[in-house]
């Protein structure tokens, strides 16, 4: 009995063992960068170019048949553009405009489901093949073959609080020109505050002509949007759990 328990200690601290370690790899890189930063404000990223990051991939949509354009010789003003000398919205890649972050949600839901069930099974035999005349009755004839009873219920409720609000303004840039003339924008704005920094992404698929003749649009008109905002530093750190309690919520099945 006492190997038996020592080899199931051991095997629970190999198990320990295994756990940390996969802990440490995952979070050894940075965990060495966030300790190398202590007592610094956090980096500001670089400023890239999009198309160059290693999860970029070129944005593939539907796209219609091409037309044939048609142009006016004898005309001075061009097809599609809102000023008479040049169309000051952007056009092409590099071109930057102004995103419009106006997002508000609010939700509040709540739902309740009940269920219960209750069966019964009962089946027997009596007197099979005159067995109950039978001066000794045969003992593999049992009196009841099957008798089962099963109950089951459930409740559950669950509610959903949320609101939501965020209006603010970012520069995106034109990374891309889809063959139908829509254009992929992308933009990213930090912003550093003692040891918190705050970051907005917007990305998507806008259409030339939802650009204002400001040179902005709103993000109600982006397709595609992917808007994220969020941040980093010390205030985020403290909000989020340790990297051991992030594992055993994952690992742990209760």
Known sequence: MSSFSSASRLRRIAISALLLATCALASGCSSIDRLSQIGEQPKLSAIDNPTTQPGYKPVQMPMPKPEVASYNPNSLWRNGSRAFFKDQRAHQVGDLLTVTVNFTDKA???????????????????????????????????????????????????????????????????TQVLPNGNLVVEGKQEIRVNFEIRELVVAGIVRPEDIQSDNTIDSSKIAQARIAYGGRGQITDVQQPRYGQQVMDVLLPF
């Open 108 to 174: 509040n839901i709540a739902n309740e489901t009940q269920r219960s069930r209750t069966a019964t099974e009962d089946s027997g035999i009596k007197d099979f093949i005159g067995s109950q005349t039978v001066t000794q009755p045969l003992k593999i004839l049992p009196g009841r073959i099957l008798t089962t009873d099963s109950t089951s219920s459930s409740d559950g409720k669950g509610s959903v609080q949320r609101q939501e609000a965020l209006q603010t303004n970012v520069a995106a840039v034109v």
